[in-house]
């Protein structure tokens, strides 16, 4: 059974930053690609970041802000978000491919606001 389990959300002021985690578990971490995605009320879900075997990507509006980074011994993944603004918030979800099945984290939510 794959479960995903984020953490780190919050209220931060606008500047601010977060880092969101994401610990694994059920798959091998290592080999799978893994997503940071969220979605904002009324918004569709947009992809944030991705982290593949070979490298990250980046959503054009968080590119230079937020970084994905993962630590395979740990299954987890984080997400480090600078220079945060209020469109930022958003709900944040973990997620990834495993066996042709897409798998979800429960979400954790962000909250830029003055």
């Known amino acids: 059974q794959v479960q995903l389990v984020e953490s780190g959300g919050g209220l931060v002021q606008p500047g601010g930053s977060l880092r969101l985690s994401c610990t694994a578990s059920g798959i091998i971490f290592s080999r799978y690609t893994m997503n940071w995605y969220r979605q904002a009320p009324g918004k569709q879900r947009e992809l944030v970041a991705t982290?593949?075997?070979?490298?990250?990507n980046y959503g054009n509006s968080v590119q230079g802000r937020f970084t994905i980074s993962r630590d395979n011994a740990k299954n987890t993944v984080y997400l480090q978000m600078n220079s945060l603004k209020p469109e930022d918030t958003a709900v944040y979800y973990c997620?990834?491919?495993?066996?042709?099945?897409?798998?979800w984290g429960q979400g954790t939510q962000v909250t830029v606001s003055s």
């Open positions: 997620h990834t491919i495993y066996n042709y099945h897409n798998y």
């Open positions: 982290f593949t075997t070979t490298g990250t």
